[in-house]
């Protein structure tokens, strides 16, 4: 079955570029779904298949994806970023990735 | 007003059973797949199953296989979850969501708040 793999945590300096990682067998060759989940709420889509934001979420999200890695990016970063952020594709049936703790310094 | 309200979670026992809904209303529910989620206590998202539009194909995740049941029904914009022989590691928020990247690229921009599901003797 598709893995991926994220880091447990990612810390970034308030205003500063947080980037989550994302990383599976040829990624590249799927489409490559985030989402921000916050303590005790329901999960928020915040870029879907690579690189295209939703409706409500900031510029400052944006998304790659190229070999065998995805990237999550969050530009100056907010205290309001922190939360757990998920990868996810679909490989015959929906993975999820195990999610990155952003702390925001 | 465009939402997904869970309900029909709540404490069973080792081996027991349990019905899950999922009222979705504000969009045209037959024109998207839909999914069961979890979340175990300070644990990470796992998907559980999903269903087509029009309940043609149904998918479970291997944890699940052969106890879980997804349906549903159309008429009534309802979703569900028939989980049986529940196990103690089934403890976990469930929630419901609607698909949005069609056949073969399912994600989810809808999501419900969820429902505890708590199997304990």
């Known amino acids: 079955s598709y893995e991926l793999t994220q880091p447990l945590s990612v810390s970034v300096a308030l205003g500063q570029t947080a980037r989550i990682t994302c990383g599976g067998n040829?990624?590249?060759?799927?489409?490559v779904h985030w989402y921000q989940q916050k303590p005790g709420q329901a999960p928020v889509v915040v870029i879907y298949r690579d690189d295209n934001r939703p409706s409500g979420i900031p510029e400052r999200f944006s998304g790659s994806n190229s070999g065998n890695t995805a990237t999550l990016t969050i530009s100056r970063a907010q205290a309001g970023d922190e939360a757990v952020y998920y990868c996810?594709?679909?490989?015959?049936?929906?993975?999820f990735g195990g999610g990155t703790e952003l702390t925001v310094l | 007003e465009v939402q997904l309200v869970e309900s029909g979670g709540g404490l069973v026992q080792p081996g027991g059973s349990l019905r899950l809904s999922c009222a979705a209303s504000?969009?045209?529910?037959?024109?998207?797949?839909m999914t069961w989620v979890r979340q175990a206590p300070g644990k990470g998202l796992e998907w559980v199953s999903g269903?087509?539009?029009?309940?043609?194909?149904?998918y479970e995740a291997d944890s699940v296989k052969g106890r879980f049941t997804i349906s549903r029904d159309n008429s009534k914009d309802t979703l569900y979850l028939q989980m049986n022989s529940l196990r103690a590691e089934d403890t976990a928020v469930y929630y419901c969501a609607k698909d949005n990247g069609g056949s073969g690229d399912w994600y989810f921009d809808l999501w419900g708040r969820g429902t505890l599901v708590t199997v304990s003797s």
């Open positions: 504000g969009f045209t529910f037959n024109n998207h797949a």
């Open positions: 996810q594709v679909w490989d015959t049936i929906v993975v």
């Open positions: 269903i087509s539009s029009s309940a043609g194909h149904t």
């Open positions: 040829d990624i590249v060759t799927k489409n």
